[in-house]
């Protein structure tokens, strides 16, 4: 059972236009998401956050717009660059058992085209 | 502060074998999770270990297992290895950061079996 899905395996965006990658959840005592990013060879490395009370928080080219009634996060790359071409994982948090568990996303591959 | 370590980077085993993998996690932080990915698959929690003690474990079968010393390093072994194992296992420290704990990951040990 996914609690967690990126229903797109890859995303082809031009330079310069918009990156929207979405993410679903199906557990509503997650409280926390985040957004992970993944070079070929590297591990992942974190990118931007969002707090369940919150329905947006942005961070330089990035933003993070979470909507929970419809338990659905996405994530905006706006001017996207050949850089940001890499694999993008959602991840959500929950507290159980005294402990914050964090379940991933299967990840999103984003190719920036010149 | 040094970030996680892991060795070896690259392994090629062959069917039936075993194999240990070694994760350093950052100072100071004493959880520690082993991930496997593969394409396609995205992050697949292994298991997290926490002050010596394994706090999660995913849904993976009884020849993967792990410890965890009192330096907070951890070892990762599979054994009667078989060509589904080959993958990119990564292991992640974390610290918690109020509302979830942030990881963050190694480059990951690159896992052939033949």
């Known amino acids: 059972d996914q609690q967690v899905k990126q229903n797109s395996p890859s995303l082809s965006v031009q330079e310069g236009r918009i990156s929207i990658l979405n993410c679903d959840y199906t557990?509503?005592?997650?409280?926390?998401f985040l957004w992970y990013k993944k070079y070929p060879a590297e591990g992942p490395t974190f990118l931007i956050s969002?707090?369940?009370i919150k329905d947006k928080n942005e961070d330089g080219r990035f933003t993070v717009f979470l909507n929970k009634s419809a338990k659905h996060l996405s994530l905006h790359i706006v001017p996207s660059q050949p850089g940001d071409s890499a694999v993008y994982f959602c991840?959500?948090?929950?507290?159980?058992?005294?402990?914050?568990?964090?379940?991933w996303g299967a990840g999103t591959k984003l190719i920036i085209k010149p | 502060k040094a970030g996680v370590t892991q060795t070896p980077r690259y392994l090629i085993k062959t069917r039936g074998q075993q194999v240990t993998l070694s994760c350093s996690p950052i100072?100071?932080?004493?959880?520690v999770s082993w991930y496997q990915q593969t394409p396609g698959q995205g992050l697949q929690f292994l298991f997290e270990?926490?002050?010596?003690?394994?706090?999660n474990k995913g849904n993976f079968p009884g020849r993967f297992s792990g410890r965890q010393f009192s330096n907070s390093r951890s070892e990762m072994n599979v054994s009667t290895l078989e060509l589904g194992d080959s993958a990119l296992y990564l292991c992640?420290?974390?610290?918690?950061?109020?509302?979830?704990?942030?990881?963050?990951f190694g480059p990951g040990t690159r896992l052939t079996v033949l």
């Open positions: 992640a420290s974390s610290t918690p950061r109020g509302e979830y704990n942030e990881q963050f």
């Open positions: 100072s100071g932080h004493r959880s």
């Open positions: 270990y926490f002050s010596e003690t394994q706090r």
């Open positions: 557990n509503s005592m997650f409280d926390y």
């Open positions: 969002i707090s369940s």
């Open positions: 991840a959500a948090s929950a507290y159980v058992d005294s402990n914050y568990q964090l379940i």
